[in-house]
Nanobody, 122 residues
Framework: VQLQASGGGLVQAGDSLRLSCAISGRDFGSYVMGWFRQAPGLEREFVAAIRWSGDKIYYADSVKGRFTVSRDTAKNTVYLQMNSLKPEDTAVYLC????????????????WGQGTQVTVSS
């Protein structure tokens, strides 16, 4: 499974961004797609996850109500819509995938894409 994240950038507090993660490689109909972020000097932090079937979605408390994860099965792409961005959302955002694990522990995800930088200025 190959993952390609894109869509990061420099925005001001209160702005929105939409990240994309294109997926390829095999049949991932039962996979779980996760979004994580990592700021300098900090551990990788769970942001959101969605089952490819769309029947389960999870969010970290820090982004609940501001971020929305979705997927487009026709385009093999997972999105992370980020609204009301705050300076503390600044990080490298990474997408990940696993055959079954749908929790917040990064070490449990088998597949990772490269990150995309999100910088929110105050």
């Amino acid at each position: 499974v190959q993952l390609q994240a894109s869509g990061g950038g420099l925005v001001q507090a209160g702005d929105s961004l939409r990240l994309s993660c294109a997926i390829s490689g095999r049949d991932f109909g039962s996979y779980v797609m996760g979004w994580f972020r990592q700021a300098p000097g900090l551990e990788r932090e769970f942001v959101a996850a969605i089952r490819w079937s769309g029947d389960k979605i999870y969010y970290a408390d820090s982004v609940k109500g501001r971020f929305t994860v979705s997927r487009d099965t026709a385009k093999n792409t997972v999105y992370l819509q980020m609204n009301s961005l705050k300076p503390e959302d600044t990080a490298v955002y990474l997408c990940a995938a696993d055959e079954s694990y749908d929790g917040p522990r990064a070490v449990r995800y088998h597949y990772w894409g490269q990150g995309t930088q999100v910088t929110v200025s105050s």
